[in-house]
């Protein structure tokens, strides 16, 4: 590790009991992805992954596996006994790594698990004027509306300071902190103090390391609070020093699912907003439900109620109607997915026509300028240029020609019971509707299906195959049995009469 650079450790230890779910707290998801994820791509931009520590505890392994792929280090706080007994851990896992010949950051930035919309920006800034300031502690602030549930930090002179109690006269410095205060713990004339402790800080290493073994559990929630280490070193004169954010924002916690959906409809505004900036149409966006890395290119329109989510890639000049949900899926330029549509997995071309009401599943590879209409359900197929099924069909397992005609009803028949077969359609193919093809099977280029057929062998090219019974025309049939009714011999309700037991 680089002596001169700061590690990172992020709290994820805790159960987030407020949330009464069995899901950890940092793997509740706003914007579409996991708190944690947001908070490691974050702390990215202060250090490299292998100085980001993660400290896990609560349903461990899940948090583990949910975000190994960051490449962030680990640490297992087996119990949970609070924010200042995971910096406990940190250190003794720092003692072996020193003990292992690692050499460990000269500072330490503190994030929260739970407080996800922090920017890269914010976090450098706090770094810098950490070290600016030479201060053996920096914590990052804020002024909210309702500081309710938060720790308050009480400046030196500030209100609610011991100063201000006493009637003595604040010293020379009074932007500098005096002590954090916990919600549970404050006095009365420290709860009107607005000032939040965000939980995100800069501490020096060694000095944060001096203090940990000092913190007790005497205050009203049985924890070692890490926050109680800027009232420690403060009384032994150390210097610690507190940053306000530019935005309230982007130091709220999430804490009960009321609040993370606060933060979601927070992210999602900033990320739609993000994408107008770049020439994207969005109608009613708060209606609109649009994940963090999703692209889209200019002039595409985006109607109310869409959801676009994952790692979905718009192009350009296309529309998306309201009450489609795509997810990680590509589409080409100039396309346009009408009303209902539901995708997933999916490539979609320039120039195509999708729904209304299409179900559009994993492993659709859909050509430039083809057509996909209301009521199609396709799967791990491809369609080729300007290929049209318009009405009614199942196509899975296919590879499909370009300017092919799929009739209404047609579908693929594509599992036995036991395996799934492949239907292969050449080019310019002309399958007639309600037509059953039942894989494997090949149908060459430019061959017709009658409609109505159920075909079973390969239809080689140029080929018309009829796979169903001939027609049989009873003349005069129908007329026939009108007279015999009229004639009161056959009942014109036999329903009716066999209730009556007439018949
Ligand atoms: C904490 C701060 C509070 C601040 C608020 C900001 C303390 C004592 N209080 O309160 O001053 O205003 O954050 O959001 O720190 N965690 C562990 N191990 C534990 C306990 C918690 O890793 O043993 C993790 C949690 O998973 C969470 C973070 O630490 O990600 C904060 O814990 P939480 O219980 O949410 O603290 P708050 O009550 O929000
Ligand atoms: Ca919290």
């Known amino acids: 590790m680089d002596t001169n650079a700061f590690g990172v450790a992020i709290l994820a230890a805790g159960k987030g009991t407020r949330l009464k779910s069995k899901r950890p707290k940092v793997l509740h998801e706003i914007g579409g992805q996991s708190l944690l994820r947001h908070v490691i791509a974050a702390a990215k931009s202060v250090a490299a992954p292998q100085e980001i520590f993660c400290i896990i505890g609560h349903e461990a392994e899940k948090v583990r596996a949910a ?4 490449g962030v280090r680990f640490v297992l706080q087996t119990e949970q006994r609070g924010t200042g007994h995971a910096m406990q851990v940190v250190k003794e896992e720092f003692a072996r790594l020193a003990a292992a ?6 500072h330490l930035m503190v994030l929260s698990g739970d407080v996800p919309l922090i920017r890269p920006t914010t976090l450098e800034a706090l770094a810098s004027f950490h070290r600016g300031e030479d201060a053996a ?27 201000a109690r006493e009637g003595r006269e604040a010293p ?27 939980g995100i800080y800069c501490f020096r290493t060694s000095a944060l390391f001096n203090y940990l073994d000092r913190l007790s559990t005497n205050n009203a929630n049985g924890e070692y609070y890490l926050t109680d280490v800027a009232g420690l070193m403060v009384a032994e004169g150390l210097r610690v020093v507190a940053l306000k954010a530019e935005s309230v924002d982007e130091v709220l916690g999430a804490n009960t699912i009321a609040e993370m959906m606060h933060l979601d409809a927070a992210m999602r505004r900033a990320i739609a907003g993000k994408l107008m900036a770049q020439g994207v149409t969005i109608f009613r966006p708060d209606t609109c439900v649009i994940d963090s890395e999703v692209e889209i290119g200019a002039d595409t329109v985006i109607e109310p109620f869409v959801q676009i989510l994952g790692l979905t890639k718009i192009g350009p000049d296309c529309r998306v109607r309201s009450y489609s949900v795509i997810k990680d899926s590509v589409i080409g330029a100039g396309t346009l997915i009408r009303n209902g549509v539901l995708m997933e997995d999916a490539i979609i071309g320039e120039a195509a026509l999708i729904g209304p009401y299409a179900h559009i599943r994993p492993g659709s590879d859909i050509g430039e300028a083809a057509h996909i209409g209301n009521f ?17 069909s199942y196509l899975g ?4 020609g370009s300017g092919v005609n799929i009739g209404a009803g047609a579908i693929t028949c594509n599992y036995d019971g036991v395996h799934k077969h492949t239907t292969t359609i050449g080019d310019g193919v002309f399958i007639g509707s309600d037509s059953t093809l039942v894989a494997p099977m090949t149908v060459g280029d430019g061959a017709y299906v009658a409609a109505g057929s159920c075909i079973t062998d390969d239809v080689p090219a140029g080929a018309l195959a009829l796979g169903r019974s001939r027609q049989v025309t009873k003349e005069g049939w129908a007329t026939a049995k009108k007279a015999e009714r009229d004639a ?16």
């Open 172 to 198: 020379s410095a009074p932007g500098i902190v005096e002590a954090i205060v916990e919600q549970r713990d404050l006095k009365p004339e420290q709860r009107s103090v607005r000032e939040i402790n965000s």
């Open 67 to 70: 975000v190994a792929d960051t």
């Open 376 to 392: 199609v359900e396709t799967k791990k197929m491809q369609l080729g240029r300007g290929s049209k099924a318009n009405h009614l």
């Open 397 to 400: 397992d296919a590879v499909i």
């Open 137 to 163: 502690m920096t914590i990052l602030t804020a002024e909210p509306h309702d500081p309710f549930g938060y720790g308050r930090v009480i400046r030196k002179g500030g209100p609610g300071s011991s100063y």
């Open 101 to 106: 010949g690692e050499k460990l950051p000269e």
């Open 488 to 503: 009161g011999k056959v009942s014109a309700d036999p329903a009716a009469d066999a209730i009556k037991g007439k018949v």
